[in-house]
């Protein structure tokens, strides 16, 4: 098949779930013999122009082509209408809207006559970052996608539940996965952060106020403990964000924020954690979440439905956005090794 994919910002890139997953999926369907093409975003990395990559025509047998777009609100909609017409002329068998933000050109792709799978990474319309007409826009492509794409995917059970009632749909169940890695030893974090086996806990993903990351700092901050904190990620879009997190941990010396990680630095905070730290407002399916638990981490997580989903009985819950309760469950882990331990069992 001649398959086209819209709605991500750049592959090969760490910017965000969706990223690794168009990059897994595509690397895959190559690898069946189809031909398929990404449409990357023009513009920079979010976490800096210093990550920015190489523009490539070509990725492991992808085809890559780049669309100019703008900085600011606009920039979704005018990548995805550029990318849909591009598309149009190019005639695929089928094209993959991925988000809903990507979603709005949908009925114009059946409007050319192209088939269109359509895939949701979470209620975007409901993240903290949006508003206003934002968030009605987003909405309207989250009702695209259920209403006339010719399969909507969903990644949660409970966003099956949402979609499927609210539109009268019947959606597809479509999680997501990761490949068991390789653990490594602490080098690169001994020398940049001087971190050490099981040292410190560990929160890993895009800083934004749906991660719940204030609520974290709160309750680490009246622990009792000498291990660390560690926030890892960029400011991305949310630099207002960041800073009040920053100020929020200011006196407390166990607390480090990162900046933005990649690479053998990631796959070595994963390795030595003592704790993956998830405390999201909002989810889709977590990728960090499902690379922690691939890495045989001990998960303390909120309890929306989109995390207990992932993790069954292998890890420990809080009540979403209580600081007071997760402060309770933070110190009964770090009190209890023999816990942490039988939680890591299943692996």
Not at 96 to 104: F, H, P, Q, T, W
Request: one cysteine or more; aromatic letters at 10%; hydrophobic letters at 40%.
């Amino acid at each position: 098949m001649k398959i086209a994919i819209i709605g991500h910002k750049r592959i090969p890139s760490n910017e965000g779930g969706i990223e690794k997953g168009v990059e897994q999926h595509a690397v895959r369907m190559v690898k069946r013999g189809n031909d398929v093409t990404v449409y990357n975003r023009g513009g920079h990395n979010v976490f800096g122009k210093e990550f920015d990559g190489k523009k490539l025509k070509e990725y492991k047998g992808i085809k890559i082509i780049t669309v100019p777009t703008v900085k600011g609100a606009a920039c979704v909609p005018i990548y995805s209408f550029l990318a849909t017409i591009h598309a149009a002329i190019v005639r695929y068998d089928c094209v993959s809207y991925r988000a809903s933000g990507s979603c709005v050109m949908i009925p114009l792709a059946k409007l050319f006559g192209l088939r269109v799978v359509a895939s949701l990474h979470g209620i975007d319309s409901q993240r903290d970052k949006w508003g206003g007409f934002a968030s009605k826009y987003l909405e309207f492509g989250e009702r695209m996608a259920a209403k006339k794409a010719d399969v909507c995917l969903v990644l949660s059970k409970n966003m099956k539940q949402y979609i499927d009632t609210k539109y009268g749909v019947n959606s597809v169940l479509f999680a997501n996965g990761v490949d068991r890695p390789q653990k490594k030893k602490p080098q690169l974090i001994k020398e940049k952060f001087s971190l050490d086996k099981d040292e410190y806990l560990l929160s890993l993903g895009r800083i934004v106020p749906e991660k719940g990351i204030h609520y974290l700092i709160e309750a680490f901050k009246n622990c009792k403990t000498s291990k660390k904190l560690v926030v890892a990620g960029g400011a991305e879009a949310n630099k207002e964000y960041y800073d009040s997190l920053v100020k929020l941990a200011d006196g407390d010396s166990r607390i480090i924020f990162t900046g933005y990680v990649y690479g053998d630095t990631i796959s070595e905070l994963y390795s030595n954690a003592y704790t993956f730290l998830l405390p999201s407002n909002l989810e889709g399916m977590a990728n960090a979440l499902l690379e922690a638990m691939s890495y045989g981490n001990c998960c303390l997580i909120s309890d929306i439905p989109e995390n207990t989903e992932v993790v069954g009985e292998y890890a420990e819950w809080f009540k979403k956005g209580d600081s007071k309760d997760l402060q309770m469950k933070l110190q009964y882990l770090l009190d209890n090794e023999n816990v942490v331990n039988v939680l890591l069992e299943y692996k």
